[in-house]
């Protein structure tokens, strides 16, 4: 399909969730792959819970897990000229009347239906009311056909068939004037081009309502491709009790973007067993043949695992930009101190998310380091004075301070106390850190750097409980 055109249609109601930013990943892929077009259109018709913080907090997610759109935003909210003519041109043709009914009259006829056992379904008062009164308020329903069937072919779900019947007269113009969803939504897909709907399976309901006013408005009806929930590892829908589910809040906790596109693809999608994917592979492999039938659950421990080996492998440079964001965020300044880049080198092998390896880099950072008491009793004791000062002194004068210079500065004095070097290097580490864990304490040596290393040493008698 050349001219592809897909679109991801978010509700400002609230922040990008993984199960939006999965839908709109998925018609990004193909949108890239088919050399298509990729719309976005902000739902915010729905005036009182939409909001501009919301809209700015989607793009933001968007444009961090790099889902670049070609066409948009687009704002209904903008297009309600558009609406009403349609409304009206449903009206004159006979598909759509006003309904006077109220709200009361309709909720008594509800209780009845459903106290006798029938589905409870807009009886049809308002269709032929000859007259048409200007001073009472109503809805424009779309009058909906009586029997027949919807069927559509889904490209994840297969066949699907709804019967009229069960379709009611749909609203599509409140009270106040403002279309509904299941309207606006055709008016722009079809004046958009949109020629494939890839959405979640929760708007499953609403697709043959929707054809239905596709083929009364003259629209050429576009294909669907409905992809399943994601639930949490209980198998309810995916909600907060099952962690974190605003895309950002995995910035914030320290996770990559290409972990969580990764990991989003993979829940729902398959290419074989491969878990790890560069978007480029992505763009190229990814279909819809390959999108499963039922929902994908929800794993937290392997994102975690995704996040460690892009961490692993990330660039060291990037790396070290993104570290020095994590720092502040840490309320760490980064100036003095080392070369982030330096750091990361030394740390990506260690961290499982970047707020992991920031806390274990602060110490690189702090002109006053916070003690683990426990570590300082253990190791900085009184003997361990004669073995600092020997370090001290071998330090300043050895030459060059490459990890090689500083193990041979080692060797002297584990040499002249006849020690082994985890002996020496432990006590080294609380001194230089504040704690026990840390990389190899040759690294950390180089990358603090001679003065900062030694200006800690000379810090440390009044610790070793003389
Ligand atoms: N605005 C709708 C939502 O947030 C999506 C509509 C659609 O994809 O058709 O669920």
Not at 22 to 35: I, P, Q, S
Not at 276 to 285: D, G, Q, R
Request: proline share 5%; hydrophobic share 35%.
């Amino acid at each position: 399909m050349g001219n592809l055109r897909v679109r991801f249609a978010p509700s400002p109601t609230g922040y990008l969730h993984i199960g939006g930013a999965r839908t709109a990943l998925f018609n990004y892929l193909l949108a890239r792959k088919n050399g298509g077009t990729f719309v976005l259109r902000i739902e915010d018709t729905d005036v009182a819970r939409s909001t501009q913080e919301s809209v700015d907090a989607i793009l933001r997610a968007m444009n961090w897990l790099g889902l670049d759109y070609d066409e948009g935003p687009y704002y209904q909210s903008q297009r309600f000229d558009l609406y009403r003519e349609k409304i009206e041109e449903l009206q004159s043709k006979g598909r759509a009347f006003r309904c006077y009914c109220n709200v009361e009259e309709l909720e008594e006829k509800r209780k009845t239906a459903l106290e006798e056992g029938r589905k409870p379904k807009y009886d049809g008062t308002c269709r032929h009311r000859p007259d048409q009164p200007e001073d009472q308020p109503y809805v424009v329903r779309f009058r909906s056909p009586d029997d027949g069937e919807t069927i559509f072919e889904d490209r994840i779900k297969g066949t699907i068939r709804f019967s009229n019947e069960e379709l009611d007269d749909l609203i599509i113009q409140r009270t106040d004037g403002t279309p509904t969803y299941n309207f606006v939504v055709v008016v722009d897909d079809a004046t958009m081009d949109i020629n494939l709907v890839v959405r979640g399976d929760d708007h499953i309901n609403n697709t043959p309502r929707q054809i239905l006013l596709y083929e009364a408005l003259g629209y050429p009806v576009p294909e669907y491709a409905h992809v399943p929930m994601i639930l949490g590892e209980d198998k309810a829908r995916l909600s907060k009790r099952h962690g974190a589910t605003s895309v950002m809040a995995y910035r914030e906790m320290g996770y990559l973007p290409e972990a969580l596109v990764s990991y989003l693809v993979r829940l729902g999608w398959s290419h074989g067993d491969q878990e790890i994917f560069s978007k480029e592979e992505l763009i190229e492999k990814f279909s819809l043949d390959q999108v499963g039938r039922s929902a994908g659950v929800f794993n937290p421990g392997k994102l975690l695992w995704l996040n460690e080996h892009y961490i692993k492998n990330g660039d060291p440079e990037r790396l070290g930009r993104l570290l020095k964001e994590y720092l502040q965020a840490e309320g760490v300044a980064t100036q003095p101190g080392p070369d982030p880049v330096a750091v990361v080198k030394i740390m990506q092998d260690r961290s499982k998310t970047m707020v992991d390896m920031a806390q274990g880099a602060a110490f690189f950072y702090k002109k006053e380091l916070e003690f683990d008491g426990k570590a300082v009793a253990k190791f900085l004791t009184e003997d361990k004075i004669p073995v600092f000062k020997s370090l001290i002194r071998a330090l300043e004068k050895q030459d060059g301070f490459d990890q090689e210079a500083i193990e041979s500065a080692f060797q002297k004095v584990l040499k002249e106390f006849d020690l082994k070097l985890g002996k020496v290097a432990q006590p080294v580490r609380v001194a230089l850190t504040g704690g026990t864990s840390s990389p190899s304490i040759f690294e950390v040596i180089e990358v603090l750097g001679r003065e900062e290393t030694l200006r800690r040493l000379n810090k440390v008698f009044p610790l070793c409980g003389a």
